[in-house]
């Protein structure tokens, strides 16, 4: 924005009320330097969009800052807002703020982007152990599962329909498995979930696994995989209409279909039914004009159209359909295989030629687009770009390499007979990616082809810079142990010069949301749109077919997987350390001594970098598990009612041969009272983990026990 470019980041996904807040900052300024007293500010915002919290720094040639935000333990949950303002731009965070609780076991699942079918068993591994590093063996595991709805697509099959939109699909939640670790703490999970309601394509599944503790709390995991209801899939392709994008009466049109098995391999020798349905059409005063029930309406009525086809060898066939002068309106296309009965299919709308503009085959203001490829998607800089293109000998072609906001370089080439190749060179200028347009112009009275005089075409590439990418160092101890000192290295792997923060956080936190550690450099290299526009007024002048330029680009963009249901939570400190930001001189190594708190699990070390001087970034992270020889775990009700008697379990955990002999003692403030004995003794063979009780009976007071 405005020459700036700017990423927030925090040191987890969720936060509970009452956390602090820790929210980095990186900022590159080098297309519009700011003066050096600039402001940055920060404005929290909660779920009622009411301000919250502000905070202002001064400008520091680093380009690199940390604010650190309280927040209230009565604070509301939901999705808050930080936004950054610096120079004129806004930049923002969403921040989530829940009750949640962190998970003390880590729980592996296989299932995670798989594809998991309805026609024969999946299965894969699940494994849960506890954060700390100890086996988790015997521990009751639940899997639930939940069916939405997703775009059904295949590698290879594009423009072709694979989902049904006469058939709507309403979320499902399924119990898929319920059984025990084994001694290992893992277990097999065989998966073959069956559904009450018919699915117009491929769903998502979103599996909640949860882990119980003998104690009774649990652990949660989210993962996403894809769920096949069919076993033969069938997809439609529809004729391309003209500029409105409509068929056009009195015409025949052809529809290509297509059957693939669920993992996207053709299958041939299909009986396919194809069915054309004369669809309502409501205008304005209808919101829903593609509603399922003008589709469900038109499907009870005989269709206008039907025809069976077979597809051939390599799962093709196609059928054409057309209306009579006066047929016009809204028509449903539906294929169906009848043997797995998958549906697909899509509207089209069929109107007369001289309402709808006059067809793109009958003239020639419409896009005339050259095709053309680049030997590779992606260069490193100093690789050359060979670039193809079929050409006629005699032509010129104008090579224009264009940015998110600038023309980068331009070349003019002379076509040969049958295809042209130009080499271009790949520099620094060109990350993260450029658009090559290609204007090929052919000589004026020629009739060797029947090409359009000018022809037309784009092809985006990514270009990596190495320079750009900061790989950070971290040495530290593989084991840490709760409430003493430990020692962190900084270093960069190539001895570049960088300024970095450090966070160390529970992964009992982290996995709630599947915390991936921040990298500035996606961002700040993600692909760029084109900022460049093109016109050129070959229409008007030579009075030769020209063509229009029709540009269409989808710039797309990826969402972090979002975590598990939040869970009332019981009241706990959260561990996070968070130190910096530092700089780190080229060529250097820091070191950092921190201590942590009293806690046992695992913590990930985070260390986000940047050389804003060089527009680099990067990130780097470690996982550690947090034991001592000795470790206990206990778990207890968030409230109790005076005089009740509730049950405390102690998980203790014997890591080292030689511990033997432990002795276990609960002492309470007049809030408890312990039934039976307050102490107890625990023999261990070997390194293990045991459960041990205790029976509580609550005063007769109110307060804090």
Not at 324 to 341: I, K, N, P, Q
């Amino acid at each position: 924005q405005k020459g700036l470019k700017g990423y927030i980041y925090g040191e987890r996904g969720v936060w509970r009320p009452g956390d602090t807040l820790f929210i980095g900052f990186i900022l590159n300024d080098k297309e519009a330097k700011l003066p050096t007293s600039h402001p940055i500010t920060l404005k929290l915002s909660d779920p009622n969009g009411k301000a919250v919290y502000k905070a202002v720094q001064t400008y520091a040639k680093r380009n690199h800052y940390k604010f650190v935000v309280p927040t209230n333990p009565s604070a509301p949950t939901g999705n808050w807002e930080a936004v950054v303002s610096v120079g004129g731009a806004k930049f923002y965070k969403s921040i989530k703020i829940e009750t949640i609780k962190p998970n003390r076991l880590k729980i592996k699942n296989s299932f995670s982007g798989r594809m998991i079918s309805a026609s024969a068993k999946t299965t894969e591994r699940v494994e849960v152990a506890w954060l700390h590093g100890a086996v988790a063996k015997d521990l009751k595991l639940e899997m639930q599962a939940k069916f939405l709805k997703q775009q059904t697509t295949f590698k290879g099959y594009t423009n072709y329909v694979f989902d049904d939109p006469a058939q709507d699909f309403k979320t499902e939640e399924v119990n898929i498995y319920s059984g025990v670790t084994d001694g290992n703490g893992v277990a097999m999970v065989e998966l073959q979930p069956q559904l009450q309601s018919r699915a117009p394509g491929m769903l998502k599944a979103a599996i909640i696994t949860k882990a119980y503790e003998k104690g009774g709390d649990f652990s949660t995991d989210v993962t996403t995989a894809t769920y096949s209801p069919y076993t033969t899939y069938v997809g439609v392709k529809m004729p391309q209409g003209n500029k409105y994008g409509m068929l056009e009466t009195g015409k025949s049109n052809k529809f290509d279909v297509a059957t693939v098995t669920e993992n996207g391999k053709p299958k041939g020798n299909r009986m396919l039914e194809a069915r054309v349905y004369k669809v309502d059409w409501r205008w304005w005063w209808d919101a829903s004009n593609d509603d399922m029930s003008s589709y469900s309406s038109a499907l009870s009525r005989t269709p206008q159209y039907s025809q069976t086809v077979r597809t051939d060898a390599s799962g093709k066939a196609s059928f054409n359909f057309g209306t009579d002068e006066e047929e016009w309106g809204m028509y449903l296309v539906r294929v169906t295989d009848v043997e797995s009965g998958h549906s697909a299919g899509g509207t089209v709308h069929i109107d007369y030629p001289y309402w709808s503009g006059r067809s793109r085959n009958t003239t020639g203001p419409e896009a005339a687009m050259l095709m053309f490829t680049a030997n590779k998607e992606k260069y490193a800089v100093g690789e050359k770009a060979l670039i193809s293109f079929p050409s006629s000998e005699g032509g010129r072609a104008l090579i224009s390499l264009e940015n998110g906001s600038k023309v980068v370089q331009t070349y003019w080439s002379k076509t040969k007979k049958g295809e042209t190749q130009v080499e271009i060179p790949i520099t620094d200028k060109m990350a993260p990616n450029v658009y090559i347009h290609i204007t090929l112009l052919q000589p004026h009275a020629s009739t060797k082809n029947d090409s359009p005089i000018r022809l037309y075409g784009i092809v985006p590439i990514e270009v990596v810079d190495k320079n750009t990418i900061l790989e950070p160092q971290i040495t530290m101890p593989a084991v840490l142990k709760p409430e003493q000192k430990t020692t962190i290295k900084v270093s960069e792997k190539s001895g570049k010069a960088m300024t970095y923060t450090i966070a160390i956080v529970d992964d009992g936190l982290l996995d709630l949301t599947r915390f991936k550690t921040p990298n500035a450099w996606n961002d700040f290299y993600a692909k760029e749109a084109l900022g460049v526009k093109t016109w050129d007024i070959y229409d008007d002048v030579i009075g030769a077919y020209g063509g229009k330029v029709n540009q269409v680009f989808s710039i797309g963009g990826d969402e972090d997987l979002g975590g598990g249901q939040a869970k009332k939570a019981n009241r706990f400190k959260p561990v996070v350390i968070y130190l910096g930001p530092y700089t780190l001189p080229k060529g250097q190594t820091k070191t950092h001594t921190v201590t942590l708190p009293k806690y046992i699990g695992s913590v990930r070390t985070m260390i986000v970098a940047a050389n804003t001087e060089g527009s680099a970034y990067g990130s780097a992270e470690k996982t550690t598990p947090v034991r001592s020889p000795l470790m206990l775990l206990a778990s207890l009700p968030r409230k109790v009612s005076p005089k009740e008697r509730v049950t405390l379990p102690v998980t203790l955990f014997a890591m080292e041969k030689n511990i033997k002999n432990v002795t276990l003692q609960v002492k309470t403030n007049n809030g408890f009272k312990v039934v039976g004995p307050s102490s107890q003794k625990v023999a261990f063979a070997q390194p293990d983990e045991k459960v041990v009780y205790f029976d509580l009976e609550v005063g007769d007071i109110n307060g804090i026990g």
